[in-house]
């Protein structure tokens, strides 16, 4: 199948931030037209594995879905008369298909049959490439992990340094959150998205349209399926749209997984913390020439930022009046293709960033020592307590307060250097650390 370029195709003004990456091709105007000829070849071939229709003739409408000539700007246009672009379509696809052969274009099909089914290809085919950049944001975390399993680093909660712990475990961290999303998009992938074959309201009527006749309904919708590759449902699914819902809520839950690493990586990379860069060129400034802004994990974040918004509009869609839809149906399509866009550009864009990003272990240190001990309050408190008693706590933040841990009197009266000196030794206060890393590595590795 041969669809005609058109201006939808080409890259637009934002596209290099918002829609980078693999999907954005796999969700255009020509491959939603590769889809809908696609699932009108499927079509016509499980009319004949079903006995419903001859070889010859499947295989006469299959060969003009492989290269009929579409302009998707035409179908677009002439759609509006319809509601769809497939009445069109079809109209374009029996006029190529020779002799009474074009009689099997469609037969026993309603337009929504088509367009589901065709969104269902569309979002396979667009996983592809997702499911690959967040397998390998996923393995980048894991190498990070490993690799910093020991570097030390300030843990921050509310945005203010809070206690030790490792660049490896906050990796490890960014790694299960990775791997859960993907797991459960390729889950999504594998079982809910179904083929859709029910006729004009669900019955597969067409397909036993004599009285007495034997019911083909149910061999149409598997072989169907099973021409196309996806999950056989259980009936039609018209009206009922969890599918849809369960797709959109996984890409949401994947942009969700993406932005928190992200956006760690921002705040990682800001000048005054300093603890990490993205490597290569990109990243200037139009007028500040020493900038080198984390341009790819900002990226990342702009197009996450957008899937929550899409992902209500698509739930919100979900009630669909009796057995077709009057506007809910029609409400899918464009946040569909934009929320594949926008999580798979968020997908590619941290794999970018984490493919680059340069640790700088010196620097994570030295910031851990800019509170003179402060992080490790939690700890010199806990030492106290059996001399101290319930005063231990307040002792322990005025000293931190004045930045003077190490040389407090009331601290040092009841903790000898020695045993001060490794109580505040940010090294070995990071607890389960290294098993914690260990068990996040065993889970992805299943």
């Known amino acids: 199948m041969r669809p005609s370029s058109s201006p939808s195709e080409h890259a637009g ?4 931030v918002l829609a980078a990456g693999g999907v954005r091709a796999e969700v255009g105007d020509a491959a939603w037209v590769r889809a809908l000829l696609d699932a009108e070849a499927a079509l016509a071939r499980a009319a004949a594995r079903a006995g419903l229709a001859s070889g010859a003739d499947a295989e006469a409408v299959a060969a003009a ?7 998707p700007g035409e179908l677009g246009a002439e759609a509006a008369a319809t509601g769809n672009p497939v009445v069109a379509l079809i109209t374009r696809l029996r006029a190529a298909v020779p002799g009474d052969a074009a009689g099997l274009v469609h037969r026993g099909a309603t337009s929504q049959d088509i367009v589901d089914t065709a969104a269902m290809l569309v979002a396979k085919r667009a996983l592809e490439p997702l499911l690959a950049d967040l397998a390998a944001a996923a393995g980048l975390t894991a190498a990070l992990a490993r690799e910093h399993r020991h570097t030390l680093v300030a843990g921050r909660t509310l ?4 206690l030790p712990t490792t660049f490896g475990l906050i990796a490890a961290g960014w790694l299960t959150g990775l791997d859960t999303a993907r797991r459960r998009l390729a889950e999504v992938r594998d079982h809910r998205l179904a083929a859709q074959l029910g006729g004009a309201a669900g019955t597969l009527a067409a397909y036993a349209p004599d009285p007495g006749a034997v019911d083909a309904g149910t061999a149409m919708l598997a072989a169907y399926s099973a021409e196309l590759g996806l999950a056989e449902p259980e009936l039609p699914w018209h009206t009922e749209r969890t599918r849809i819902a369960d797709l959109a809520a ?7 997984a993406i932005a928190k690493v992200a956006r760690d990586l921002v705040l990682h990379a800001q000048t005054e913390v300093g603890e990490v860069t993205e490597g290569g060129d990109a990243g200037g400034s139009s007028t500040l020439p020493h900038k080198h802004n984390p341009i790819r994990a900002i990226s990342a974040c702009a197009a996450a930022a957008q899937a929550p918004g899409l992902v209500a509009t698509l739930l919100s869609a979900m009630a669909h009046e009796h057995q077709r839809a009057a506007g809910s149906w029609h409400a899918e399509w464009l ?14 864009q941290l794999r970018a960033a984490l493919e680059g990003l340069r640790v700088d272990p010196g620097r994570m240190r ?3 020592e800019l509170t003179h001990g402060a992080l490790l309050a939690e700890r010199v408190a806990a030492a106290l307590g059996p001399a101290l008693g319930d ?13 003077d841990l190490a040389g407090d009197p009331e601290i040092t009266a009841h903790l000898e250097p020695a045993r001060l000196a490794a109580l505040l030794d940010p090294a070995t206060y990071v607890g389960s650390a ?3 890393i260990d068990r996040a590595l065993r889970a992805a590795a299943r």
């Open 65 to 71: 879905c492989a290269v009929l000539v579409v302009d």
């Open 366 to 368: 030295a910031n851990l």
């Open 159 to 162: 945005l203010q340094q809070a």
């Open 13 to 16: 003004l934002f596209d290099g």
């Open 250 to 256: 996984a890409l949401g839950t994947a942009a969700g």
């Open 391 to 403: 005063r231990a706590p307040a002792v322990v933040r005025a000293a931190a307060a004045r930045g």
């Open 434 to 436: 290294d098993a914690l």
């Open 335 to 348: 946040p569909l293709r934009a929320l594949l866009t926008r999580t798979g550009s968020a997908a590619f």
